[in-house]
């Protein structure tokens, strides 16, 4: 079995048709062959004697883990801790303090939540920015989600080679454990801070059966919106700001934010030299925060990058 091998162009044809329609993941002909090199990939990792084989299982009515193993093999998962900096600078600065002192005075916790989540390296940094920037009071619920079980086994263990590491700042090292093995592993402390649950954000209708997923205050889902149709693209857009408080941001990639731009519920504002989208207050709405909360949070993207660096 090697990546040259041949799949019939009707069964490919269905195959991409059940990929897209159930997981969003798009496959237009001039990227099929990464449809049937990941294809190639899964059927020898599932045991069947060829790809050909393997896309048969898949034609309708076919159990779906066999679709979880190919997805498995069609996504590069890859992630590393403080992936963008300035994103993260930009929540430790600013947006989180904001938040938290608008949670002080409602009396509600932060929720934030990752979509498409991967190994786990985005929530496991989300969480120590949540830690430093904690005081007495309120604390943040944080939820990695994703289509794979696969990655999220593999989140939920939190252990990861220097490679997830490589651009980890001094500071990281006490949420960190080095194992005799030379890899190392978050803490139990931070595991304890953050779940990770199965979430195909491409068909999962909203609001998602779990209150940390509703209502929450930052949503990331960065690298994951590229590998779906555009219709996908401003669906998941849509659904992840009914998922969102007000005045809650969506952390996207830079060109997927392009495109969510058109949400006419979504306004761009930028924070430590990064560019976030923030769901609109309704006007008038009794969902607005005091005025020395948003005197805060908009006095926070005028703070320009003169603040400590992360
Ligand atoms: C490149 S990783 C992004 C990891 C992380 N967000 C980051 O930016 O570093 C893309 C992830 O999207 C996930 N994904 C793809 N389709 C998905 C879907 N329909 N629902 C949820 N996650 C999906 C993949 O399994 C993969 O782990």
Not at 143 to 154: K, M, N, P, Y
Not at 171 to 196: C, H, N, P, S
């Amino acid at each position: 079995m090697n990546g040259l091998e041949i799949i019939s162009p009707e069964v490919l044809a269905a195959l991409e048709e059940r990929v897209r329609r159930e997981t969003g993941l798009h496959y237009p002909p001039e990227k099929r062959k990464d449809l049937v090199r990941g294809t190639v990939a899964a059927a020898k990792a599932g045991g069947y004697s060829s790809g050909a084989a393997f896309a048969q299982a898949l034609l309708p009515g076919a159990a779906s883990r066999h679709l979880d193993l190919l997805v498995q093999h069609l996504v590069v998962g890859e992630t590393y801790f403080l992936r963008d900096p300035k994103v993260f600078r930009a929540l430790e600065e600013d947006i989180l303090p904001a938040l938290l002192a608008m949670a002080t005075e409602t009396g509600e916790g932060v929720k934030i939540l990752s979509v498409g989540c991967s190994t786990g390296e985005e929530v496991y940094s989300i969480a120590m920015i949540a830690d430093r920037v904690e005081q007495e009071g309120p604390r943040m619920s944080i939820l990695g989600t994703d289509i794979s079980e696969r990655v999220l086994e593999t989140a939920r263990r939190g252990i990861y080679s220097s490679w997830s590491l490589r651009d980890a700042p001094a500071w990281m090292a006490r949420y960190l454990v080095e194992r005799d093995d030379g890899r190392i592993q978050v803490t139990d402390a931070l595991k304890e801070r953050v779940a990770f649950r199965r979430l195909n954000v491409a068909t999962a209708p909203v609001p998602y059966p779990w209150p940390e997923a509703r209502s929450a205050h930052v949503i990331f889902c960065r690298n994951v919106l590229m590998y779906f149709d555009m219709d996908t693209r401003r669906r998941v857009v849509d659904r992840l700001v009914l998922s969102l408080a007000p005045g809650g941001y969506l952390v996207l990639s830079p060109a997927d934010a392009l495109m969510a731009q058109a949400n006419g519920d979504l306004e761009r504002v930028k924070s430590q030299g990064a560019s976030f989208l923030r769901k609109r207050y309704r006007t008038g709405a009794c969902d607005s925060p005091s005025r020395t909360v948003t005197r805060r949070v908009r006095a926070g993207h005028d703070l320009g990058d003169h603040r400590a660096r992360l």
